[in-house]
């Protein structure tokens, strides 16, 4: 029984932590580019990324999903359902649900590590010569970083937990499987012991944010 | 030779009127102070010569050559200020240095961008970085802080981080050196070190204009002085008429609110 447990608990877990990481690759990126639109001086695009930050903060995960995975067929009629009826569709959508909403959390935190870079950096480069993209690379980036290490560990620590709410679209993740053994066999522990882990993966997680922390601990300001 | 032709610049933020028409022109190898009361314009005057600002009327000459006027303020493009700006080296009265960089990469980062493309053979590149990195060390002696290389600006006292910025400005081999007052940031004791680092550039023949409000300084170091008062240049004269002879009431009036004693 404990093996069976455990097989169907790492499939699960496996799911979950392709969510996780496929997640991060798409908002750690897409966060920048929507921070970029919510402090553009271009008012038009500024509102309209902000309107989308808004909506998507303002509302449950959970209803994002259900929107994104069921809306295009249930509004636009069965021939709009793009993201089929398999098991890769259902993929692709937790994925899409995850990034964007990732990616407008994200964006609001790397918003405030910029915007907390005194101009006085910028303008150092700038009388220096250098380029728009140098400065923001090669002087503004890394201070940037070094400031929203502890709200991104934060974030992406829920990130790890918010994953279980896939199910709701029925991707096969390890609370499901977890909790598919009351009926089968009656056996709660199963669902509990999805929670060893969690506590193990954030843990690692804890760890290595803590040794980035670390590393970037070599200057103040 | 002229080195700098600043014509008639107007600066307004809103309704306010900062600078109401500047004129003025420096040799080569002058050392201009700026002195005037709070909120008279001087950093926005330098902050206009440095570009961080674009001044609504005027023109800027380096060397006989029109850099800037402000009637084609909308046909520049960024690249070509940038370009310009490197006339002008900038030393700030908050220092600005890179907190994440130690002190040789505050000092080499700038020429290494500029100097460095990427379609460089490997070898070339190496010999660039190391040409960049002597007279990095060159530029730390001459402010007197050679031991610092590997310092990072957090480690450093005020006087210390400003002379570290003196040398970072110098790095990019500037026709003029402008400072926005370099001192008022530090404490009393430190004061001393910064003012003895521009003191010894003067020597070495730099054009610079410095914003401060040493008094002693600005007449014992500048060939000539400039009051300002209110966005215009209500006084401009060697330190001698400044201090000695004044012809402007408001001059007289600023030197005696700022307890130069004659
Ligand atoms: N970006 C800005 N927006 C609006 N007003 C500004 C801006 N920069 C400067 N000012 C105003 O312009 C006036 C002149 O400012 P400036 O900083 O040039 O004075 P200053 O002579 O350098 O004064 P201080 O001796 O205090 O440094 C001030 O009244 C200031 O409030
Ligand atoms: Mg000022």
């Known amino acids: ?23 991060l690759l798409g908002a750690l990126p897409l966060g920048l580019i929507i921070s970029f639109g919510s402090m553009s001086r271009f008012r038009p695009v500024k509102w309209f990324v902000k309107t989308i930050v808004w909506v998507v903060r303002g509302t449950p995960l959970m209803l994002q999903l259900l929107i994104i995975f069921y809306g295009p067929g249930k509004i636009f009629g069965t021939q709009f359902n793009i993201w089929g009826t398999g098991d890769i569709g259902r993929n692709v959508a937790v994925c899409v649900a995850f990034i964007i909403n990732y990616a407008c959390y994200f964006s609001e935190i790397y918003r405030g590590g910029i915007e907390s870079i005194p101009r006085g950096q910028y303008e150092a480069g700038q009388v220096l010569g250098m380029t728009k993209s140098q400065v923001f690379f090669k002087v503004i980036l890394m201070q940037v970083v070094k400031r929203i290490i502890p709200p991104m560990s934060n974030e992406i620590i829920t990130l790890v937990k918010d994953t279980s709410l896939a199910r709701i679209i029925l991707v096969y993740e390890i609370i499901w499987a977890g909790q ?13 012991f999805t929670g060893i882990y969690y506590l193990l993966f954030n843990g690692l997680l804890t760890v290595v944010f803590g040794y980035i922390e670390k590393k970037l601990d070599y200057y103040r300001g | ?75 520049y493009s960024d690249n070509y200020i940038r370009k310009s700006r490197l006339n002008f080296g900038m030393v700030f009265q908050s220092f600005n240095l890179f907190p994440q960089y130690d002190v040789l990469k505050n000092i080499t980062l700038a020429p290494e961008l500029m100097q460095i493309k990427r379609k460089m053979p490997d070898t070339e590149k190496k010999n660039i970085r190391r040409q960049i990195k002597e007279e990095a060390y060159e530029l730390l002696k001459t402010v007197g802080l050679s031991e610092k290389a ?96 004044a012809q402007s009431e408001k001059t007289r009036a600023f030197l005696q609110k700022s307890n130069y004693e004659f």
């Open chain 1, 1 to 23: 029984m404990f093996q069976t447990v455990i097989m169907s608990l790492n499939e699960g877990f496996l799911k979950t932590l392709e969510i996780f990481f496929l997640t």
């Open chain 1, 180 to 192: 598919s053994f009351i009926k089968s066999s009656g056996a709660i522990w199963p669902l509990f």
């Open chain 2, 1 to 75: 030779m002229t080195c700098l032709e600043i014509k008639n610049i107007t600066k307004k933020f809103g309704d306010t009127k900062v600078l109401r028409g500047i004129s003025f022109e420096m040799e080569k190898g002058e050392v201009i102070a700026i002195i005037g009361s709070s909120g008279s314009g001087k950093t926005t005057l330098l902050r206009c010569i440095n570009f961080l600002e674009k001044c609504d009327t005027g023109s800027i000459t380096v060397n006989g050559t029109e850099i800037y006027n402000a009637e084609k303020r909308d046909q």
């Open chain 2, 150 to 245: 590997g310092a990072y600006p957090c480690e450093l006292s005020g006087g210390q981080q400003q002379r570290v910025a003196i040398a970072r400005a110098l790095a990019m081999k500037p026709q003029i050196l402008c400072f926005d007052e370099p001192t008022s940031a530090l404490d009393p004791e430190l004061t001393g070190e910064v003012l003895k680092a521009i003191k010894s550039l003067r020597d070495a023949g730099r054009t610079m204009i410095v914003v401060t409000h040493e008094m002693e300084f600005a007449k014992n170091v500048a060939d000539r002085v400039i009051y300002m008062s209110d966005g215009i240049i209500e006084e401009i004269g060697t330190p001698q008429q400044i201090f000695s002879d």
